[in-house]
């Protein structure tokens, strides 16, 4: 089992920054896709951001806004968030998956994180 454990998340005003942590808590992890989401309330989760051995993909809404990025060597995966909104506002959590053809120990995974909380109010 892989734990995520997400860090860094909390109430900012419109057009400020955060950026968001997650910690893996073995090796397992640098072999695995990472990807954070977000849910608002009464939303459904929704996907922010996702980081693969070769590329990130984000969500449409955010537009040059966020970065995700790795740190292999500390087992960390980090989302950068500009210019925040008032709609940026949600519990944001870490996933780690087994990416595409993974085998072994490697496959079958999917761990979340238990959720930080982002508020982007004035």
């Known amino acids: 089992q892989v734990q995520l454990v997400e860090s860094g998340g909390g109430s900012v005003q419109p057009g400020e920054s955060l950026r968001l942590a997650c910690k893996g808590s073995?090796?397992?992890?640098?072999?695995?896709?990472v990807g954070w989401y977000r849910q608002a309330p009464g939303k459904q989760r929704e996907l922010v951001a996702t980081i693969t051995s070769g590329t990130t993909n984000y969500g449409d809404f955010v537009k040059g806004r966020f970065t995700i990025s790795r740190d292999s060597a500390k087992n960390m995966v980090y989302l950068q968030m500009n210019s925040l909104k008032p709609e940026d506002t949600g519990v944001y959590y870490c996933r780690a998956i087994s990416p595409e053809g993974a085998w072994g120990s490697v496959a079958g995974r999917d761990h979340w994180g238990q959720g930080t909380q982002v508020t982007v109010s004035s």
């Open positions: 073995s090796v397992m992890f640098d072999l695995l896709d």
